[in-house]
């Protein structure tokens, strides 16, 4: 595998469900990202994690919450969502936590919630 | 804080026609800026970057990019277009200052490629 790798591609989840996404990165790089991205919105940036230490919350509600074991693994775990929390979740990662740093992206998560 | 205007939802352009992708940004300083494509069922794919220099940015695929201090854009552009660059296209927008640096994306670009 090459490249940003997320599982599943797809879920359907009912709102008392509880379910974890996952994303691995084989690029060797120490930022990993969680964003949303929703119909006719900008990306929404999620969390960051630099080197398994997050950090940034952008103000995510708790029923996301993100797990960072190693820089090469990145999980979201979900629970008690709600219908507006169907989107496509994408993680990206990078060397590092910079601005001027190429985001790679994995094919994304079409999560619906019922 | 820095933002990003793509004013363009949809834009059909005919295979072999030229096509030209506006990006307006708001940032106090010269931003880093980057042109990420999406296709169907795809994570985004960096075209291309701008940190500094020239003003003219060559990328993959194809594509240039040319950033306009005057008028705060930078449109992306390619000269002749193939059915297979039918997708979404973001511009995005970072700030250099010091803090947490993250990207600011446009809303997107959808490109339909008529035969």
């Known amino acids: 595998e090459t490249g940003v790798t997320q599982t599943p591609r797809h879920l359907v989840m009912g709102m008392t469900n509880k379910k974890s996404l996952k994303c691995e990165q084989h690029l060797g790089h120490n930022a990993m990202y969680w964003y949303k991205q929703s119909a006719k919105k900008p990306l929404e940036l999620m969390f960051v994690?630099?080197?398994?230490?997050?950090?940034e919350n952008n103000s995510v509600p708790s029923r996301f919450s993100p797990e960072c074991p190693n820089s090469s693994h990145l999980f979201l775990h979900l629970h008690t969502l709600q219908p507006e929390d169907s989107a496509l979740y994408l993680c990206?990662?990078?060397?590092?936590?910079?601005?001027?740093?190429?985001?790679?992206f994995g094919p994304g998560t079409r999560l619906l919630v019922l | 804080a820095q933002s990003v205007t793509q004013p363009d939802i949809h834009i059909t352009v005919s295979e072999g026609a030229s096509l030209e992708l506006r990006c307006n940004y708001s940032?106090?300083?010269?931003?880093?800026l980057f042109w990420y494509v999406q296709s169907p069922g795809q994570g985004l794919q960096l075209l291309l970057k701008y940190f500094s220099g020239d003003t003219l940015v060559q990328g993959i695929k194809g594509f240039e990019a040319e950033f306009k201090r005057s008028q705060s854009s930078f449109n992306l552009r390619k000269p002749s277009v193939h059915w297979s660059d039918a997708a979404e296209y973001f511009c995005a927008v970072g700030a250099r200052n010091t803090g947490f640096q993250k990207l600011v994306f446009g809303t997107g670009t959808r490109l339909l490629v008529s035969p």
């Open positions: 940032y106090g300083a010269t931003p880093y």
């Open positions: 994690y630099n080197f398994k230490e997050q950090t």
């Open positions: 990206a990662s990078s060397q590092e936590v910079a601005a001027r740093e190429t985001q790679y």
